[in-house]
């Protein structure tokens, strides 16, 4: 805990001692895998072991540490290993063997690493979502956040600096390894970058140390710990420090030694060659499992909301109505809710939730990518956390964000409005037609898109009280209330949100139109104008369009034609996942996928869907030539 003013005699001994013993490691372990980054490991070494001798660990309160130049994960490992916490002999035998939790780039389970990284540049931005935890619970945890020279070219740490001076994060230490050099030589060269000066010019105090000098990391890292604005070590150190033949070669960045160069290595620091035995140790499987922490939320979803037409609200308008009461329900009350905006809160209806709590909203400015990552470390920590944003940008933007909040199994709740051609007017820019599609990709993220305020409602309140990613789509436009015979909402009083249910609207026999969001209103409209014509079809409503009712889907099957319908990219939506389900069924009917065939046009929403051939009269004349 940096209790004391400078390290002991005995203690920089001892330090110095596990510096040799792990660089041997770390040349072992390179070498037997046959890859791996030992040069920045051994640059990075020396800072990693006076943080995990010496930072507070444990405990509800423990620091957190986010090593955001992942690729230094040898020089992680034999820390932890030197220092007891795993053990060494494994470290070594399966560093980036198939199955071992050793992988090549830092990722969570190993102890003490809380946030899976290797994607340069996200580090700072998960250590400010760490810091707000520990902020909002008054519990002196501070954060560190280990990264490399080269990685401060990336934009998203400018971001991530701006957005912890703002937020007086002063419990987050950024320490970084300034070896001068990266892959393809030095960072001069490379990029040039004046790392001091943008960390000065964004508020944040500076400390500069000899990275090989115990004691003087150790001094910065005491120092830091109780500066009044978050602090900046730039920690000078040398390239595969310790080995001559190595020191200032960027080569070694990314390249292990070959058998010749690994024999004078371990020579030179006097460590055993036992690389034999711990290839045939390989040959085995590691006992050590990844221990992980998963937080859960308790929360109070409270009694949904019923709207009318009458109400003329849109479904972000009810999507902001339902934050503000789960806030009224929970914050203050033993569990916390944060929100996060980009500039949009009037759009996205955040603006209720943030004069009511504004300790607990979180403005970000035009920075998308910095909130998204700050957004899904949060929400590990049993917080629950929302990030509203346009489509284009909480989605299409952050994807790469998000992937990695998925790979750190995150509790995010994103929400997204603005999807699909319902944007209308603002263009193709801002028509998100792909977000289903993408969060497809991320295996952690459930998707779904509400068809009217009501189902809006109470899918907000299901995703609070439910573990893992979500993604609630919204339109722009305010969609009509679903409505039966009697004009009362169908997803009002009485209903209850069944993740992966299917709801069938109608009786037909000549098709089937499965749909979702804003367009199933518009295949009521079309089922209506089909039957006028004598051509009876019924409507699906697929909320969860990634997810199979097989009971919804055994009924619409034994209809001869289903037609999918929506306003997305239709080689990316319901389209194909429908269709690998009826083809594994052995559907023996007919169908037809009608969407977004390209980027739409800029104009009003029914002209922009008229011109995709998605309006409703163009689809009632579509599907009387296919079924007739």
């Known amino acids: 805990m940096f209790d004391k003013e400078r390290l002991t005699g005995e203690e920089l001994k001892n330090l110095q001692e596990l510096t040799r013993l792990a660089k041997g490691d770390i040349i072992t372990m390179t070498t037997l895998s046959g890859s791996g980054h030992p040069g920045g490991s051994m640059s990075s070494l020396d800072v990693y072991l006076v943080l995990f001798a010496h930072a507070n660990l444990s405990g509800k309160g423990r620091d957190r540490i986010v090593v955001s130049h992942g690729h230094t994960s040898p020089g992680v490992y034999a820390s932890l290993a030197r220092l007891g916490h795993m053990p060494v002999d494994e470290v070594i035998a399966f560093f980036r063997k198939a199955g071992s939790p050793f992988e090549g780039h830092v990722v969570k389970g190993i ?13 700072l931005s998960a250590g400010c979502g760490f810091a707000i935890a520990s902020k909002i619970r008054k519990d002196g945890s501070h954060v560190y956040v280990l990264m490399g020279d080269g990685e401060q070219q990336k934009g998203q740490i400018s971001e991530a600096r ?21 892959i393809s030589g030095s960072i001069a060269s490379v990029m040039p970058q004046n790392i001091i000066e943008n960390y000065l ?124 009461d789960l806030a009224d329900k929970n914050i203050g009350k033993g569990q916390a809710i944060c929100v996060f ?94 977000y289903i599609g993408l969060a497809g990709n991320l295996y952690r993220f459930k998707v779904i898109v509400p068809c009217d305020p009501n189902q809006t409602d109470r899918v907000v309140r299901y995703a609070a009280k439910q573990e893992g990613n979500f993604l609630v789509a919204m339109g722009r436009n305010r969609w009509p209330v679903i409505s039966d015979n009697d004009g009362k909402p169908v997803y009002g009083d009485g209903y209850v949100f069944e993740y992966g249910r299917m709801d069938l609207f109608g009786e037909g026999s000549d098709g089937a139109i499965i749909t979702y969001g804003g367009m199933l209103a518009k ?100 599907i009387i030539k296919i079924i007739s």
């Not at 500076?206 to 890292?221: Q, T």
């Open 341 to 434: 905006d980009c500039d949009l809160a009037s759009s996205v209806k955040t603006g209720d939730f943030a004069k009511a709590y504004p300790g607990y909203f979180f403005q970000g400015g035009l920075q998308e990518h910095n909130v998204a990552t700050i957004a899904g470390a949060l929400s590990t920590t049993g917080i629950l956390t929302f990030f509203a944003d346009f489509g284009v940008f909480g989605i299409d933007e952050t994807y790469n964000q998000h992937r990695l909040n998925d790979i750190n199994r995150s509790n995010l709740k994103l929400m997204l409005t603005h999807v699909g051609l319902d944007v209308g007017p603002d263009g193709k820019t801002h028509q998100c037609v792909d």
């Open 162 to 182: 701006r957005f912890a001076k703002k937020y007086g994060l002063s419990n987050i230490t950024v320490v970084v390894d300034y070896n001068g050099l990266q």
């Open 111 to 123: 102890p003490f690493i809380d946030w899976s990284t290797g994607n340069l540049g996200q580090g």
């Open 201 to 324: 010019s964004d508020g944040w105090d500076i400390i500069e140390v000899n990275g090989h000098d115990h004691n003087e990391i150790y001094g910065a890292l005491k120092e830091a710990r109780s500066a009044a604005n978050p602090t900046c070590i730039i920690a000078h150190t040398v390239m595969g420090n310790g080995v001559p033949f190595m020191e200032n070669k960027e080569k070694y960045h990314g390249s292990p030694l070959n058998e010749k160069e690994y024999k004078e290595a371990v020579g030179v620091l006097g460590v055993d060659d036992r690389i034999d035995l711990y290839r045939e140790m390989r040959k085995g499987t590691p006992t050590f499992k990844g221990v992980y922490e998963e937080p859960e939320t308790a929360i109070d979803a409270g009694q949904p909301f019923t709207y009318v037409n009458e109400d003329k609200i849109d479904n972000r308008t009810a999507f902001g109505k339902a934050l503000k």
């Open 523 to 622: 295949a009521m409209q079309i089922q209506e104008s089909l039957q006028k014509k004598g051509v009876n079809v019924v409507v699906v409503n697929m909320p969860c369009v990634r997810e199979i009712d097989a009971a919804a889907m055994e009924k619409a099957m034994k209809i001869p034609v289903i037609i999918t319908y929506e306003d997305h990219n239709v080689h990316t939506g319901i389209a194909p996942f429908i269709a690998q389900y009826l083809l594994k069924c052995g559907y023996k009917g007919r169908m037809e996928s009608y969407g977004a065939k390209g980027y739409g046009a800029s104009g009003d929403t029914e002209d922009v869907l008229k011109l995709e051939g998605l309006d409703v009269g163009s689809m009632t004349e579509n």
